[in-house]
DNA sequence: TTGTACGCGTTATCAA
DNA sequence: TTGATAACGCGTACAA
């Protein structure tokens, strides 16, 4: 490791410890760029350092498209090129264009070439609006999921777009903080041919009381299920159960449960789901005391609150050895908690959360959590609207997943 | 603390050890529903147990919207309510009904009246299309942002989508992980009145020159300026200058910077950014040597591959008393690989981070990182992009706004 | 204050 | 293999 001078900033780096040192990608291309109407020719130098395949390859892409911005109209809307538009220059009418662009029909040949090659010139791209109003069809599902923010819920949307992308239709993101009623509206106001509702545990019950309301197609993805729709139904109890088994191997006493919602002499509603009862039942087989822990009285709470809560809850009663969360949201405010209050985890608490959110291995000890197959389970999401889309009447479609316990630091001691 | 005996599973919670027992919630309520055109009357009974105010007030929506589905038509599309419906009703014709629907013209308040009561009853809601095909506005705006499983492009999509929605508009959620090509094409084809950008940090330039192919109004929001079109600039230096100042004044000797691409003779395009300009000048300001560490080629490796390159380094290199990240990804990734290798933040290291994600301060210690005020950034965009799509001939609108270096832990020896 | 006529861009249908 | 026609639902322009 060589002594090294300091430089004047935009100066070329000299020679720097470094982990990659291999190649030196620098390259540059002369790009020359012809406009379509104005014959003008432009050229620029474009320096290549990155090893990012992409870049290069777009450098074609951008030799070959450039274009001029396309005139206004008068009325000042822009102008978009029609149907007919590549009709007139093509001396076919709209029609045969239109069978050209969507592949079907007979077409000769010749004509199809010149149609092609001229929608391409003018940068032809359909009009949505148009072709939803004839056919219908709006190429585009809804996704009514719970706040972004959540990395489970991004995570959905994320695989969610991936699906509908790759069959060619366009993702509508609906998400409301307010009033369900107005989630409802704006679905029905949004023009599309389906609807996927996805990680809004804490409202999905709610919800579907109204869901009559909604008038597309409409799949749920959750940890409930219904008698009305279609859902995929994610099966959380085997892990929690295997969860707290382990607990108990390890010699822990008290394993509690933490989760969102009012303890009150009945459960709060937030809570009489999937994962306490599961909890509920296998202590209960294993003999233990249950002990559930409200982090938050609602989900709106914030995170920082809920780790004020949870320190207040340890230091009037202690801390439990064993902790069961409802989900990796509150795990890592537990974590925190934790950590403010000086125990050690795996030793003085196991710990486990409910999600399989990539972070929680980066958690110092790794966290463990419960993980849905969620690639699985919105590729199944994405199927079963599609075959509903297709034929409304075919019967009820469902399907369940299991969840998977992974097993970290924070659960071995 | 009272000793507690096992239970079975549903049965009702008997007494917990539990942070919230100041009240019961439990409500019955019978709710009543009547069919609009059947006259069939329903009731169920619902148990409130939930703390959460909207559930209450959605049992009267539940009430007042109960309603059936609409019947199909013959060839199997949905029969939707349209204007012409309405009027026919109302014993007006559609134009009257547009009017009251868009609250504009003149129509006498018993004619509204009537109009309004009807489209609600039949539970109207407008065709996007026909008035998109008419109006050359489709109330929607494309976002075209990075990949939402980043917290950060995450937190910038909800931010817009809630600016958005309060206009009263639509978000489309474009973002591929394809061609860029694509991604114009996308934009091109998806009818919507403007496009953001955002959160294309490592894609931005490349993105920047094709976007003359994107025929709507476009913003751009992010860390680079552009000449040709409007953007909100965030202004990273000042924060960088002052945690590198900060780790000077700690007494720390070997102050690296962990950014993203291929360290060789050039820096690489990804870090020829602000920030490594920051640091480097601010380094040659101080008289010290840079340390660049590349903790990862491209965007496109796994977070875990970032880990184990760095790991790789630190054992190599040794590890260096402060490390300044270009994101908070890889300061937590940064974090993960300094934990396995036993070095203790912040005695051994020092450690910040860019971006401002909750997450960094929930670790252990908790982290230090840039923040830029998002809220304000998101809110500026799409009062530009109005302004822009309301006139597309006012000058380049243009901002900057400071980030904001949030000192934690480790940054506090 | 309300109505008539028309066209936005596309496609289904039928005719040639 | 291609063309003519009509219609999808809405809103602008103008007439009454």
Request: hydrophobic share 40%.
């Amino acid at each position: 490791m060589e002594s090294l001078k300091p430089f004047a900033t935009g100066t070329r780096v000299p020679r720097l410890r470094t982990a990659f040192q291999r190649c030196s990608m620098t390259e540059t291309h002369d790009l020359q760029m012809v406009g379509e109407r104005t014959g003008e020719e432009k050229t620029s130098k474009i320096i290549v350092t990155s090893p990012l395949q992409s870049l290069r390859r777009n450098l074609q892409i951008m030799a070959t498209q450039f274009k001029e911005r396309q005139p206004t109209r008068d009325d000042g809307r822009l102008k978009t090129v029609t149907l007919k538009d590549i009709a007139k220059v093509a001396g076919v009418t709209s029609m045969t264009v239109s069978r050209v662009m969507k592949g079907e029909g007979y077409v000769a040949p010749a004509t199809r070439e010149t149609v092609l090659r001229i929608a391409k010139e003018l940068n032809y791209s359909a009009n949505l609006a148009g072709r939803a109003l004839k056919t219908g069809r709006t190429g585009a599902i809804a996704i009514i999921s719970g706040d972004l923010t959540q990395p489970y819920c991004a995570n959905i949307v994320c695989l969610l777009e991936a699906q509908l992308t790759a069959s060619g239709y366009q993702m509508r993101l609906l998400h409301t903080r307010g009033e369900l009623r107005d989630l409802i509206n704006a679905t029905n106001a949004t023009a599309v041919d389906g609807v996927i509702i996805a990680g809004l545990h804490d409202l999905v019950e709610e919800f579907r009381a109204l869901d009559r309301h909604i008038m597309q197609p409409c799949i749920y993805m959750g940890i409930t299920k219904s008698s009305s729709g279609d859902y995929i139904y994610s099966n959380l109890s085997p892990a929690v159960e295997e969860a707290v088994e382990l607990m108990v191997a390890a010699g822990r006493q008290r394993i509690a449960y933490v989760g969102v919602g009012v303890v009150g002499e009945t459960l709060s509603v937030f809570d009489t789901e999937v994962r306490t009862r599961a909890y509920l039942s296998v202590m209960n087989r294993e003999g233990r005391v249950p002990e559930l822990i409200g982090a938050s009285p609602t989900y709106d709470v914030s995170g920082l609150e809920r780790v004020r809560i949870l320190k207040e809850y340890f230091q009037e009663h202690g801390c439990p050895d064993g902790l069961l969360c409802v989900n990796d949201d509150i795990a890592i405010q537990t974590y925190r908690a934790l950590m403010d209050l000086g125990y050690r985890i795996p030793q003085d608490v196991l710990l486990v959360g409910c999600d399989g959110l990539p972070i929680m291995e980066y958690f110092e000890p790794p966290l463990s959590t419960i993980a849905q197959p969620m690639e699985e389970i919105c590729a199944r999401a994405w199927q079963f609207l599609q075959a509903r889309i297709a034929n409304p009447d075919i019967p009820l479609q469902t399907t369940s997943f299991d969840a998977k316990l992974v097993v970290r630091r924070s659960l071995a001691s």
